[in-house]
């Protein structure tokens, strides 16, 4: 059966490149008036909409996006979805932030009904921010796993997701050990890993709160298993990289805590990094693991300003994370407003074709999906979002005032919210409409 053909008509724009390797100027494509033509789940073609539409087959539908911009879909390289009922909490570090917020929360998940519910929420959410993947916690509870996974299978979305695995320094009630974790993360690799578009994450919360059997049973994971993740915490706090250093004293640093089981690959995902040393760095980048900067949530807590310069110095792959709930929105445009204040507190700058490359193609590079989404290379998946230049009266004056592509990103990822989100699709198939009305036309 031959898939069908859909066209989306406007101003187009995606990374190629990482600007830190290749300058701002080669590191993405932008076609004023562009055509991005999708054959079913997939790109076909992107380019100018002169060259492409004598290509058409008749009776192709065309989805036209005036004063808008097309750019692939928001990738969150970390995210907790049990979490979002506790969205902005007021006024904690880090460790009493978990204990009197995060675990009463993450209690809940044991009830499946909960799980379902907030799995649904949490992914319209996403949606309605432009996100159309993300590497997601769930919690101890396997249930919160199937309820995440059914809720994005049926959606048919691209998500990695994996049961928290904690068995110290918690509650009791959070609590699993060294094989249950094993068992039941085993149990769910085998149900959903690799089933559509969904991968799954072995995901210990972070290193205080497994012990080294606990540790060394999610590395064991990792080699019986092709392709899976491995989620965690890394240097997000000062006390908690000291209790990280009483905890494992024979470790060299925190990364080591999990370099000594095996834990450290090239699906190796860690959140924060926010007080790294230049060995880690080092390490990081040799054995090709990521880190996800997490702007909004390293300021909400206070735990500091993540130095991207040396991650980049050191060749580190580098995605974005919105961190909610410590985070304090879904939004990808408001993480890349507050990952440019990061970096001017710092001294440096976030240029806008940077922040473009972080929230999509570097997301994908960190999550090794490069190969299937990130850009608009053809054969990608589908997945892309429609931003609408008129969202709301500022934005659209604004827009009135911009002269280049590089000022209409800025203006959209400092005043930018869900409400630019015109829509968004996935797969090819629009999955949120902000509107209810989209004009097309056949050719």
């Known amino acids: 059966m031959t898939a069908q053909i859909k066209a989306w008509r406007g101003a187009i724009v995606h990374s190629i490149a990482d600007p830190a390797e290749v300058g701002l100027e080669a590191s993405y494509e932008y076609f004023p008036d562009g055509l991005l033509v999708v054959s079913g789940s997939h790109i076909q073609a992107v380019g100018h909409a002169a060259d492409l539409l004598p290509t058409l087959p008749a009776g192709t539908d065309i989805t036209h996006c005036p004063d808008a911009l097309i750019m692939p879909g928001f990738i969150d390289t970390h995210i907790h979805y049990p979490q979002t009922g506790m969205i902005a909490s ?87 050990n060294a094989d249950s974790g094993y068992t039941e993360s085993r149990a769910l690799i085998e149900r959903w890993h690799g089933k559509g578009r969904l991968h799954y994450a072995v995901t210990p919360r972070f290193a205080p709160t497994s012990t080294p059997e606990q540790l060394a049973r999610a590395g064991q994971l990792l080699q019986e298993y092709d392709g899976l993740y491995m989620h965690t915490h890394l240097s997000e706090n000062p006390k908690e990289i000291d209790w990280v250093k009483a905890l494992f004293p024979e470790s060299k640093n925190y990364l080591d805590a999990y370099d000594q089981f095996n834990l450290l690959t090239e699906r190796s995902v860690f959140a924060h990094g926010v007080h790294l040393c230049d060995d880690e760095c080092k390490r990081l980048a040799e054995t090709g693991s990521a880190i996800a900067f997490c702007p909004t949530s390293n300021l909400f807590l206070g735990s500091g300003l993540f130095n991207l310069p040396q991650a980049e110095r050191h060749g580190v792959n580098v995605g974005l994370g919105t961190d909610v709930g410590a985070g304090t929105s879904f939004s990808i445009l408001h993480s890349l407003n507050e990952a440019y204040k990061v970096m001017q507190l710092q001294g440096a700058k976030l240029h806008p074709f940077k922040s473009l490359y972080l929230a999509t193609l570097g997301g994908a590079r960190a999550l090794r999906l490069e190969h299937h989404i990130g850009s608009f290379a053809p054969g990608h998946d589908a997945d892309f979002v429609v931003l609408d230049f008129n969202a709301t009266p500022l934005l659209s004056y604004r827009m009135q005032h911009t002269k280049t592509l590089e000022e209409q990103l800025f203006v959209l990822m400092t005043l930018g919210d869900d409400r630019t989100v015109k829509s968004t699709i996935a797969a090819g198939q629009v999955v949120h409409q902000r509107d209810a009305a989209t004009a097309t036309e056949n050719v």
């Open 90 to 176: 007021y006024g904690e570090q880090l460790l009493d932030w978990l204990n009197q917020y995060t675990f009463p929360a993450e209690r809940e998940f044991a009830d499946p009904a909960h799980a379902a519910e907030v799995s649904e929420r949490f992914l319209n959410e996403l949606l309605r921010n432009g996100t159309t993947t993300a590497l997601v916690f769930g919690t101890v509870h396997p249930s919160s796993v199937e309820a995440f996974f059914s809720a994005a299978e049926a959606r048919n979305l691209r998500m990695i997701c994996g049961k928290v695995l904690m068995d110290r320094n918690a509650p009791d009630y959070l609590l699993d």
